[in-house]
């Protein structure tokens, strides 16, 4: 039977980035079952991006692009199309010579420019100024790469260099949170799935970083050098101060002030923010400062996510971000349902599902692939 490979391709794709509609999903988990074709061209592409290389590329996509074009970009690699296609004809040769579906294990066709040191699946990636990619591991480290050293001791990561120019990248991934000290003192603890551009040394007049995600940042002081993050649509400065960003949703941006003073600029206009008061900006709307509990904003730095009235689909992508996981409604009215009640990280996940479902939130169960289904 005949099949649309593209298709195919792009479903695949989707699905590996958790962006799959439901309807897609069972499209795609039907071809699955009918075409054996369609099972090498997912086994295959799924190969490719299994490797360190590939979960740095992944990892390391600019997040301020809108998702839809995130995948264009993957999709352009013609070496994905290559390995699918050879792959493809590869094994339908072999089948067709023993008369028997054979499975196999593609040879690589790719080799990205990244130089990759020990970077497996699912960890905290460190980019260095030459592109060069570096494993951040639980364990304690010491290791030089080209003109930087870094130490890593119980999820503290600082760097030293001889050389002071070029800009680093830190991603953390699902499931992880991570601390690192830059070089002026400032340390600053990355939530799971965010990202950080940062100098590898601070020099002129400011210490600047940009911020996808959500972080904590300790700040330390210095007159002379303001501090100054940016985030997509707006920007922080202090001097020296503690505070805490949220910029997961595209919608919003949050940043809450714990100590100190900060200045907040977005859209030509300017708020002084005062401690204890938090910002929810929403690009081109007013600004406006209210009151926060620091204990539940601040709750994920220990583990714990607290909710209020939130909807079943905030809650999933709470999810996404610390178990790794993908969902997918199968009533899409699910989603609007509200909760109000908290996730233990150091808890299995399903002991949280199982609460959602006594309390007649929902349904769920997990499909072959692992995929979160609710209704």
Same mark, same amino acid.
């Given at each position: ?39 090498? #061209?997912?086994?295959? #592409? ?36 290559? *390995? ?50 570096? +494993? ?26 001889? +050389? ?63 501090? *100054? ?16 960003? +949220?910029?997961?949703? +595209? ?125």
């Amino acid at each position: 039977m005949s099949i649309n490979e593209t298709q195919i391709e792009q479903l695949v794709l989707d699905e590996l980035g958790g962006i799959i509609t439901p309807e897609d999903s069972a499209t795609l988990k039907k071809l699955l079952e009918e075409e054996p074709e369609a099972l090498i #061209i997912r086994n295959t #592409i799924y190969e490719q991006f299994s490797g360190p290389e590939e979960q740095a590329f992944l990892a390391l996509l600019p997040e301020q692009l809108p998702v839809d074009e995130v995948w264009a970009k993957i999709r352009k690699r013609k070496w994905i199309r290559v *390995i699918v296609r050879s792959s493809l004809s590869l094994a339908l040769m072999a089948s067709v010579a023993s008369g028997i579906y054979i499975s196999f294990k593609p040879t690589k066709l790719f080799q990205p420019k990244a130089i990759v040191h020990g970077l497996s699946l699912k960890t905290v990636a460190l980019q260095l100024p030459d592109g060069e990619v570096v +494993n951040l591991g639980s364990t304690q480290q010491h290791v030089t790469v080209g003109d930087v050293t870094l130490n890593a001791e119980e999820n503290l990561l600082s760097l030293k260099t001889r +050389n002071k120019t070029g800009r680093a990248v830190i991603t953390v991934p699902a499931g992880q949170d991570y601390k690192i000290k830059l070089s002026d003192g400032t340390e600053v603890q990355l939530n799971a799935a965010s990202r950080m551009l940062f100098p590898v040394v601070f020099t002129g007049n400011s210490r600047e970083v940009t911020i996808y995600g959500e972080a904590y940042l300790s700040v330390a002081s210095d007159e002379k050098r303001p501090f *100054i993050v940016h985030l997509p649509n707006s920007t922080v400065q202090v001097l020296g101060t503690e505070f805490n960003v +949220n910029t997961y949703d +595209n919608a919003h941006e949050q940043v809450a002030l714990i100590k100190g003073a900060i200045k907040l600029e977005a859209d030509a206009t300017t708020l002084m923010l005062k401690p204890g008061f938090a910002v929810r900006y929403e690009k081109g709307q007013h600004m406006q400062a209210t009151p926060f509990d620091a204990e539940e904003l601040l709750a994920w730095r220990e583990g714990t996510y607290v909710f209020h009235s939130t909807t079943i689909d905030e809650i999933c992508g709470v999810l996404k971000r610390w178990y790794s996981i993908n969902a997918v409604y199968d009533d899409a009215s699910t989603g609007q349902r509200r909760f109000t009640g908290y996730i233990d990280k150091s808890r299995p996940m399903q002991h949280f599902l199982d609460d959602l479902r006594f309390t007649g939130h929902f349904d769920y169960y997990f499909d072959r692939d692992s995929v979160l289904h609710i209704r």
